[in-house]
């Protein structure tokens, strides 16, 4: 009977073992991604590529890197700088998932900003983006997708 009752609670221990969490989320976020956003007011035609890398720091703060438009734009001729935020909200089954930010403002005398908010999962981000701006066609929104490369 004391085998019996051993037996069950490493049972039980396995199966709590099995139900943990990595603790370590940032691997989530961290990487190189390609992004894509549609215009919603040119019937999806694409407006802006860009790469990036992505490191998650300290809390939700995300540091971009090597941020690089492979479409022309006026909008950030002269550059830009972004940031980012990622929270957490889940892992289940192996899915991971979770909110994404994203501003990128452009530098020079020009003052454009490209806002994207989405949802992580996985390898993929996808949401919404926004343009707002003073430089001359630089407005508009419409839905984007990152994958992680």
Do not use: E, H, R, Y
Not at 86 to 107: A, E, K, R
Not at 135 to 146: E, I
């Amino acid at each position: 009977m004391k085998t019996l009752g051993t037996i069950f609670v490493l049972g039980i221990a396995l199966v709590l073992a099995g139900c943990g969490s990595n603790s370590n989320n940032s691997n989530i976020i961290n990487g190189n991604w390609t992004a894509a956003l549609l215009n919603s007011s040119s019937g999806g035609s694409p407006i802006f590529n860009f790469t990036a890398t992505f490191t998650q720091s300290s809390g939700s703060d995300v540091s971009i890197t090597n941020l690089n438009f492979t479409t022309s734009s006026p909008c950030f001729a002269s550059g830009s700088t972004a940031t980012g935020g990622f929270t957490l909200s889940g892992n289940l089954n192996g899915v991971t998932s979770g909110g994404f930010q994203m501003n990128i403002q452009s530098t020079g005398s020009s003052s454009n900003l490209l806002t994207l908010q989405g949802t992580v999962s996985n390898n993929t981000i996808s949401g919404t983006w926004s343009l707002s701006g003073t430089t001359s066609g630089c407005s508009g929104s419409g839905q984007f997708t990152m994958n992680k490369s």
